[in-house]
């Protein structure tokens, strides 16, 4: 089972790398748009994200549910 499969299928997601995300905890309070990037390679129920505004740079870890939305898939 890879990282993925242990986040979508713990948190009902349906997230790989290229998805697209918005972060809205930014203690500037603007929220930040970006792309998964991969799973963190410490604690792999995280995931780094890189954001439009850096692009090339995977920042993180983010917990996959807090604070983050993935406009593809809202119904």
Not at 5 to 16: E, S, W
Not at 32 to 41: C, I, L
């Amino acid at each position: 089972m890879s990282d993925f499969d242990y986040i979508n299928r713990t948190y009902g997601l349906n997230i790989k790398a290229g998805t697209r995300c918005v972060y809205t905890g930014d203690k500037g309070g603007k929220p930040r748009a970006g792309k998964v990037s991969h799973t963190d390679p410490v604690d792999r129920h995280y995931i780094r994200v890189c954001f439009d505004s850096f692009p090339g740079i995977a920042a993180g870890p983010f917990h996959p549910t807090w604070e983050m939305t993935y406009p593809e898939m809202a119904a």
